[in-house]
């Protein structure tokens, strides 16, 4: 259930307030080069050091306690973590029978019986998606140093904070409404090969999919034009190949049909629903007291959790990318002309 992946496998473990965070890695191949400076300019892209951010501040110094040997993956697990230094937990110890709306604090209670960790969320905690980003770092480098997709480049755009397209116009309004925000992300990745996905049930954008929605505050996830396929005829949505390589004279597919990529640079977009943990007055039920009422959310929270997210969404989009890249399988033959009739 903490498990994603077939081949390459990424187990995450650890709470907001624990001792660590961390994940460890199965499947990596051995003879990688890996550093600690590796993973240095994508960890800082996901610390919140932007307007609007928690003031919660992690050093967030990855540990490599496993795998490794003179720098070099053994073929061993990888067990990468990050120790919890910044924890303040009284905040939610005192309004422990409150449940937060929007939050899993309810189904957690239930689920588990009041033995949850409930302290800045637990294992629901967007705290723990600092181990996805290095994990993603490690498959960008199986990716390109042992796949040999030499082209292969991720990259985001944010495409909308709130009701804005400009970012600074979308955080004024929050912060003039004193409430917390979504936004929008979209996905560009450019040199994946032609055929990666294994249908029918991990296909390129089922693997995704799944993946994705592990990410804390994702709420829609749409590849090329998306819902917006709903307005068009068949004739409109379908990308023209246009010559020898696969390339296609638009991208409504969003570089993936029938669970594999095309030879098109994939994208997609992704919704991020406003951070639940808002300074406005909320209603919700008091188990304790056994009635609805008032209460407002303490404590150290985003005011729009998109930010931070592009550099999560990039890093998991990796990992499932190396995945099926490792599980790819060409032809151990040269096909026939007549192969093609």
């Known amino acids: 259930m903490n498990t994603l992946g077939k ?30 400076d ?6 800082a892209r996901r610390q919140p050091t932007m307007r609007g ?40 110890e005192n309004q422990r029978a409150i449940p937060r709306p929007g939050h899993a604090d309810w189904g957690a209670h239930v689920k588990y019986k009041g033995y949850e960790d409930y302290r800045g969320g637990g294992m629901f905690s967007a705290r723990l998606t600092v181990g996805i980003v290095a994990a993603g770092v490690v498959a ?11 082209a292969y480049q991720v990259s985001s755009k944010i495409l909308q904070v709130g009701k804005y397209e400009d970012v600074e116009k979308g955080l004024e309004a929050a912060i003039a409404a004193k409430d917390s925000v979504g936004g929008k992300i979209q996905i560009t990745i450019d040199g994946i090969p032609t055929g990666i996905g294994e249908p029918y049930f991990y296909g390129l954008d089922a693997a995704l999919g799944q993946a994705i929605f592990s990410v804390p505050a994702v709420k829609g996830l749409e590849f090329g034009a998306g819902f917006d396929s709903l307005n068009m005829y068949g004739s409109e949505h379908n ?14 597919a969003g570089g993936v ?32 007291e056994k009635k609805s009422m008032e209460f407002s959310i303490k404590g150290r929270h985003d005011l729009c959790v998109a930010l931070r997210a ?23 033959y040269a096909p026939s002309k007549e192969y093609y009739l």
Request: proline share 6%; net charge negative; glycine share 8%.
């Open 38 to 43: 590796d993973f240095q300019e994508a960890i």
């Open 239 to 252: 990308d023209a190949i246009i010559d020898a390589t696969g390339a296609t004279a638009t991208q409504n």
């Open 257 to 288: 049909v029938g669970g594999l990529s095309n030879g098109n640079p994939l994208q997609f977009q992704v919704v991020v629903k406003p951070t639940s943990s808002t300074p406005q007055v909320q209603n919700s039920y008091n188990w304790e």
């Open 53 to 92: 951010s928690t003031p919660r501040k992690e050093k967030d110094r990855i540990l490599i306690r496993s795998g490794l040997k003179s720098g070099l993956t053994t073929g061993a697990p990888i067990l990468l973590s990050i120790l919890n230094e910044n924890i303040r937990s009284a905040d939610y």
């Open 7 to 36: 081949q390459l496998k990424l187990h995450i473990y650890g709470a907001s307030h624990g001792p660590e965070v961390g994940v460890l890695l199965e499947g990596v191949p051995a003879g990688i080069l890996i550093t600690f």
């Open 140 to 150: 960008e480098k199986v990716i390109k140093h042992y796949l040999k997709w030499d």
């Open 310 to 332: 592009p550099v999560i969404l990039e890093s998991i989009t990796s990992w499932v990318l190396a995945d099926l890249g490792l599980m790819y399988k060409e032809l151990p």
